[in-house]
């Protein structure tokens, strides 16, 4: 097989449908750095790691446009992951996919891909979120439900810590300020706790008995139909903090959540977890996340 022109002849057909077919330029794009990938990969192995340059070199001539011997490796590694992963996305481009490609870790790369689909993001926003680590965040049984591929649940992709942006610099951190910094991006920080999450009220006022008490925020789940109360606490976590959690739960799902939403989770947002109170504690809809500034 002469590897040159099967490469050559799949770029030059990438860089016509490119100019004529618009629509379908991602599908393209993927589909042919994938063959040109698994060329690249049978042409190494036959005429050795020099090949690629030699090929650059020739392509770059050729075609007058720049294949540098960086470009021409990513198709292979390319080709490489989409082997392992038995599928390509058509709902990434070929730059998200190349964003992905210094990771050895598949569910890693899967999270990624599930969250780029889900979330419609940009090469930007998945830069942001790789930076942030936001995978390695992920507790462990949420990453073994990827790597099982197992049906999740909505405490699984709350992120541990929990970042914060710190935006007007507070050395002083209050429960207040706390939820004033959250309210400031309340964007970012329901991305955070993970899909598909709607604001409802902050100081949601509710009535026990003979006074008022005030739920720290009040949100509400889509995907998985549910209200949560999230509650803010800038020291370690203690028990009574989860006694407190359990009653505005249990208000909200007497007074708000109708008989076709499920039960109200609770998560609390601490300066430090303790991990014997949560290990004790019977509710399991209860969940405790660390904060961190940043």
Known sequence: MNYYNEIKNELINNEINRKVKNYSVNKNDLTTYYNVGKLLLEAGKNYGERIIKEYSM???NDLNIRYDVSSLNKMRKFYCLIEKMATVSPNLSYSHYVELLPYDDLNKVRYYIKIIEEQNLSIRQLRIKIKSNEYERLPEYSKNKLSDKNESTIIDYVKNPILIK????????????LQRLILEDISSFMKELGNDFSF????????LGDRYNYIDLLLFNIEFNCYVVVELKVTKLKKEHIGQIQVYMNYIDENLRNLKQDKTIGIIICKQDNKYIIKYCSDERIIAREYELV
Do not use: A, G, R
């Open 200 to 207: 409802i009220d902050s100081e949601y006022k509710i009535n």
């Open 166 to 177: 710190n935006s007007n610099n507070y050395n002083e951190i209050s429960e207040k300020v």
């Open 58 to 60: 020739k392509l770059t």
